[in-house]
Antibody
Framework: QVQLQESGPGLVKPSETLSLTCSVS????????WSWIRQPPGKGLEWIGY???????DYNPSLKSRVTISVDTSKNQFSLRLTSVTAADTAVYFC?????????WGQGTLVTVSS | QSALTQPPSASGSPGQSVTISCTGT?????????VSWYQQHPGKAPKLMIY???KRPSGVPDRFSGSKSGNTASLTVSGLRAEDEADYHC??????????FGGGTKLTVL
């Protein structure tokens, strides 16, 4: 089973861009779907979007205008960019391996939006 | 896409059975046999417990079972144990490679 590890800043200022990277080990990023999922403190999970290893993407309609997910197969990594963040974007962000369900999760990283 | 509806809490005594519901629409739960359930202990990542409505990944006890009727899916935990106390989240495929989650249910073992 693959292992996933999120990395990136834990604090982002309002109106700025949140950027996270997920490193995949124990397997190739190729031939799979990969996803970002977030969980605001004390709340449920929210699917942000997915990327196929070839670069095909789709996003949660509620976030689509602000989200970009990209992949770097040479580094076995995929990344998340979320623009114009507000306090409502404060959450634990998980990267995950995805098909019709999520079978592998990263440990999650807390990103706080605050000045 | 709207979140799936789960009860905020559920409880049972050790040894008992408890069932958690997850209600969606014909565009997600009712339209596909791709409902999954995740267990999440505090401060931890979710863990897949059930996928494709009623399939268990290797290593998940058979005390955990899933089912679906119409637009509502259910997770049943039989023979409750203290370690089953956790948050449980459902999700469903919602078309176009999209996933939708429920709001989560806190299971308390009394």
């Amino acid at each position: 089973q693959v292992q996933l590890q999120e990395s990136g800043p834990g604090l982002v200022k309002p109106s700025e861009t949140l950027s996270l990277t997920c490193s995949v080990s124990g397997g190739s990023i190729s031939s799979h779907y990969w996803s970002w999922i977030r969980q605001p403190p004390g709340k449920g999970l929210e699917w942000i979007g997915y990327i196929y290893w070839s670069g095909t993407t789709d996003y949660n309609p509620s976030l689509k205008s602000r989200v970009t997910i990209s992949v770097d197969t040479s580094k076995n990594q995929f990344s998340l960019r979320l623009t114009s963040v507000t306090a409502a974007d404060t959450a634990v962000y998980f990267c995950a391996k995805y098909s019709d369900h999520v079978d592998s999760w990263g440990q999650g990283t807390l990103v706080t939006v605050s000045s | 896409q709207s979140a799936l509806t789960q009860p905020p809490s559920a409880s049972g005594s050790p040894g008992q059975s408890v069932t958690i519901s997850c209600t969606g629409t014909s565009s997600d739960v009712g339209g596909y046999n791709y409902v999954s359930w995740y267990q999440q202990h505090p401060g931890k990542a979710p863990k897949l417990m059930i996928y494709e409505v009623n399939k268990r990944p290797s290593g998940v006890p058979d005390r955990f079972s899933g089912s679906k009727s119409g637009n509502t899916a259910s997770l049943t935990v039989s023979g409750l144990r203290a370690e089953d106390e956790a948050d449980y989240h459902c999700s469903s495929y919602a078309g176009n490679n999209n996933l939708v989650f429920g709001g989560g249910t806190k299971l308390t073992v009394l």
